[in-house]
């Protein structure tokens, strides 16, 4: 041993650095670990501004798995199977239960869309108008559920509908790293693509309703605490075959 303490070029320790690391020592043992905390995310619902009747609500929920890559998304929608949506729902109705403004025993399923392992959900009742979204992990053909995020619009008036080619915008909920939107869509519109953020995403489109979801933030801060959508723009492929490009919500 004191061979190799010969070999060792380090100049040993003075009697005031033990001094100092014993009380470091000391220091850290009596002091208490500060308790782990979770960061709160925000989720911002956000809706046209001239849906007067529509309230904007600011909701905080947990993020869950926080910064899950979404390698798996996909442009274009899958349907659910009626087992998938049995499973995932329920999931979803959980989370939900505490949205005093979505009457769930009322509420309807009216659209679900899968986009790789992740499932979307759009519940609503039309009058007064509230919207529960729903987005939550779940490989296909896995029988477990998790990360589910979910957010609420709601109006005190009726929902808005869409007529011939028509189509609206509707509440759009806005995750950490995702953005779910929905809106209205006329009888004559067979096909609805969001382009956004260097994205092109296909709607589901059913029953006079659309909505989407994608791996993106649709709004941002402008430096000035205010958001701002980023900007969307929409091509339709209507029932006839034709394609209408940069397409104009109804107002």
Not at 12 to 21: I, K
Not at 130 to 152: E, I, M, Q, W, Y
Not at 164 to 189: C, M, N, V, Y
């Amino acid at each position: 041993m004191k061979s190799l303490r010969a070999l060792d070029v380090a100049t040993p320790p003075t009697f005031e650095q033990y001094e100092r690391a014993a009380a470091t020592l000391d220091r850290i043992v009596a002091t208490r670990p500060d308790p782990p905390r979770r960061r709160p995310f925000k989720t911002w619902i956000l809706v046209p501004a001239l849906a007067a009747t529509v309230a904007v609500l600011l909701l905080v929920v947990p993020w869950g798995q926080s910064g899950r890559a979404y390698a798996t998304w996909t442009p274009i929608p899958a349907a659910l199977s009626p087992a998938e949506t049995g499973l995932v729902g329920p999931a979803c109705q959980d989370e939900m239960r505490p949205y005093s403004q979505l009457d769930l025993d009322r509420a309807q399923l009216v659209l679900a869309e899968r986009r790789g392992e992740y499932v979307a959900m759009l519940y609503r009742h039309d009058n007064p108008e509230s919207s529960g979204f729903c987005l939550a992990h779940n490989r296909p053909g896995s029988d477990d559920v998790d990360d589910v995020k979910t957010g609420l619009a709601g109006g005190s008036g009726p929902a808005a509908t869409a007529s011939g080619r028509e189509f609206t915008e509707g509440a759009l909920a806005s995750f950490p790293q995702a953005s779910i939107t929905e809106g209205a869509a006329g009888p004559d519109i067979a096909e609805l693509t969001i382009h956004t953020g260097g994205l092109s995403v296909r709607a589901t489109v059913h029953n006079g309703r659309w909505v989407a979801w994608w791996p993106g933030q649709a709004v941002k801060e402008d430096g000035n605490g205010q958001w701002r959508d980023v900007p969307r723009t929409y091509d339709l492929l209507l029932t006839d075959g034709r394609v209408v490009k940069d397409a104009q919500p109804a107002r």
